[in-house]
């Protein structure tokens, strides 16, 4: 059974910091392109970041531009999205999705991506 597990989510202050992670089991990670998406409730998700399977391609949303990073480990079947100078607008449930291809100019559309974590509520409040 193919499962992406997302964790690392939580309570932070403005400011703050979290890292989150994406493992994978029942196939390995390192074919496929990896994305980070958000949502809050009555929105539509919203693509955050994506992660070829090699690496060697990266793309952000340009809200989070210079405050996350994505990375990835394929020895480990992770993906990360490290979150700095997190804004209370940053908060949202953060979801992983896989693909096996992405064109750059549609990484951030959710119907792109057969595969879904089950999300991790992140919240940045005082």
């Known amino acids: 059974q193919l499962q992406l597990v997302e964790s690392g989510g939580g309570l932070v202050q403005p400011g703050g910091s979290l890292s989150l992670s994406c493992a994978a089991s029942?196939?390995?990670?390192?074919?496929?392109?990896i994305a980070w998406f958000r949502q809050v409730p009555g929105k539509e998700r919203e693509g955050v970041s994506c992660?070829?399977?090699?690496?060697?391609?990266?793309y952000y949303a340009d809200s989070v531009k210079g405050r996350f990073t994505i990375s990835r480990d394929n020895a480990v079947n992770t993906v990360y999205l490290q979150m700095n100078s997190l804004k209370p607008e940053d908060t949202a449930v953060y979801y992983c999705?896989?693909?096996?291809?992405?064109?750059?100019?549609?990484?951030?559309?959710?119907?792109?991506?057969?595969?879904w974590g089950q999300g991790t509520q992140v919240t940045v409040s005082s």
């Open positions: 999705a896989a693909s096996s291809y992405i064109t750059s100019w549609a990484w951030a559309a959710s119907n792109r991506y057969g595969y």
């Open positions: 029942g196939f390995t990670l390192d074919n496929y392109y």
């Open positions: 992660i070829s399977s090699s690496g060697g391609f990266i």
